[in-house]
């Protein structure tokens, strides 16, 4: 077996890649599968999703998932799911010395502070990329999307939050 070993630039533009060729591919492969019949129109009696839409990069795609929810499940069918409704903490992270400055500094003050603690790893600056932050849908967005997809929506908590839950029902 052989080993290569990759600068973290190389890997992270590989890996970026890699995720702008599975998106492009999963936009091209679900309308087929819709067609294939994989999840048929009103097939199922529930959905469920937690802390994943938050991670979502673009709200459009969050949203396209709801609408989705709402063809496939049957009448009277149930989606429970949660969404970030807080653009607040979705954004470019901090400059990394800003983030580090107060452990750097603690260090420095039990004498256990090495130059090599200022430089950044690759997990470090790969966060940097917009992809990380993931995404925040507005209220009224996910409202209008649920009533696209034919759900009604019967309960919503914690809206303003990362951990915005709800609960939406297909009309019987």
Same mark, same amino acid.
């Given at each position: 077996?052989?080993?290569t070993?990759?600068?973290?630039?190389?890997?992270?533009?590989?890996?970026?890649?890699?995720?702008?060729?599975a998106?492009?591919?999963? =936009?091209?492969?679900?309308?087929s599968?819709?067609?294939?019949?994989?999840y048929p129109?009103?097939s199922?009696?529930?959905?469920?999703?937690?802390?994943?839409f938050?991670h979502?990069?673009?709200?459009?795609?969050?949203l396209n998932?709801?609408?989705?929810?709402?063809?496939?499940?049957?009448?009277g069918?149930?989606?429970?799911f949660?969404?970030?409704?807080?653009p607040?903490l979705?954004?470019?992270?901090?400059?990394?010395?800003?983030?580090?400055?107060?452990?750097i500094?603690?260090?420095?003050?039990?004498?256990?502070?090495q130059?090599?603690?200022?430089?950044?790893?690759?997990e470090e600056?790969?966060?940097?990329?917009?992809?990380w932050?993931?995404?925040?849908?507005?209220?009224?967005?996910?409202?209008?999307?649920?009533?696209q997809?034919?759900?009604?929506?019967?309960?919503?908590?914690g =809206?303003?939050?990362?951990?915005t839950?709800?609960?939406?029902?297909?009309?019987?």
């Open positions: 077996m052989a080993v070993r990759l600068a973290p630039e190389e890997a992270t533009r590989i890996l970026n890649g890699f995720q702008r060729d998106r492009a591919m999963f =936009e091209q492969l679900l309308p599968l819709r067609h294939r019949g994989l129109d009103a199922v009696d529930g959905c469920f999703s937690h802390v994943v938050q979502i990069p673009d709200p459009a795609i969050t998932y709801v609408r989705e929810m709402g063809r496939v499940l049957r009448p069918g149930w989606a429970v949660q969404v970030s409704t807080n607040e979705h954004h470019e992270p901090a400059p990394y010395r800003v983030r580090t400055g107060l452990r500094r603690i260090k420095g003050l039990l004498g256990t502070h130059p090599a603690d200022q430089e950044r790893s690759h600056r790969s966060h940097e990329e917009r992809s932050w993931g995404s925040a849908v507005e209220v009224e967005s996910l409202r209008s999307a649920t009533e997809g034919g759900l009604q929506i019967e309960r919503l908590v =809206e303003g939050t990362q951990f839950t709800v609960l939406a029902r297909r009309a019987s």
